[in-house]
């Protein structure tokens, strides 16, 4: 159980076009959706924190406006890359939590690599 | 803010004991976090701590203590798959959605 898929597992694209990539929980409803950006030798760094039908929690330095986060269900989470440029190529993760009155830990999408030419 | 610290690399040999110590500061600490990541792929968890004290799980224990802001992991046994990078996460119980802040990940290689 706690299985959560990202699509596309990874893509190429030229600079100044748009990206999308989906996060969906596959066997559970997640109360709240993360994206994690993760460059190479680094750790994850947290980009957006979304909950389902409401506006996405942005961490300070990120661009709301060119990370456009929509979450329309509480198993479908969506990040648009727009106007992307090489300095946005990156590992780009998901994780999808839900309320068990225990952990309530992140499961983690297996993550999309985004390369920007 | 949370400042997580953890060893940038270790090495160890196969069958031995390892132990990767993570030291954080946080102002609204909800559990700490342990996941291992292989290169290329998503983190997947591996431990969770929020009371002081060991948690055991077969060849990987984790501890806590709240009161030094640290707690290691302990990896018994190493096998060659156990090469990877371990990531040390705590939670804030007063953000949004209980958000992580991870540390910079321990590369823990392995060798025969």
């Known amino acids: 159980g706690a299985v959560v898929s990202q699509h596309p597992s990874w893509v190429i694209c030229k600079s100044g076009t748009s990206v999308k990539i989906e996060c969906r929980s596959l066997?559970?409803?997640?109360?709240?959706m993360f994206w994690y950006r993760q460059f190479p030798k680094q750790s994850l760094m947290l980009m957006a924190t979304?909950?389902?039908?409401?506006?996405?929690?942005?961490e300070q330095g990120v661009e709301k406006d060119k990370f456009l986060i929509n979450h329309a269900s509480l198993t479908l989470s969506t990040l648009t890359v727009t106007s992307a440029h090489p300095e946005d190529s990156s590992f780009y993760i998901c994780?999808?939590?839900?309320?068990?009155?225990?952990?309530?830990?992140?499961?983690f999408g297996p993550g999309t690599r985004l390369t920007v030419l | 803010g949370q400042n997580i610290d953890q060893p940038t690399e270790m090495t160890a040999t196969e069958g031995a004991i390892v132990q990767i110590n993570c030291t954080y500061q946080?102002?609204?600490?909800?559990?700490l976090f342990w996941y291992q990541q292989h290169a290329g792929e998503a983190p997947t968890f591996l431990s969770y701590?929020?009371?002081?004290g060991l948690e055991e799980k077969g060849r990987f224990s984790s501890f806590l203590s709240r009161s030094k802001g640290y707690s290691y992991l302990l990896l018994k046994e190493l096998q060659m798959k156990d090469s990877a990078s371990y990531l040390c996460?705590?939670?804030?119980?007063?953000?949004?959605?209980?958000?992580?802040?991870f540390g910079g990940g321990t590369r823990v290689l392995v060798k025969p």
């Open positions: 701590n929020v009371l002081d």
């Open positions: 979304s909950n389902e039908g409401s506006k996405a929690t942005y």
């Open positions: 996460a705590v939670r804030d119980g007063k953000a949004a959605g209980n958000k992580l802040t």
């Open positions: 994780s999808a939590s839900y309320r068990t009155g225990g952990s309530n830990e992140q499961f």
């Open positions: 946080t102002s609204g600490f909800n559990g």
């Open positions: 066997d559970f409803q997640a109360t709240t």
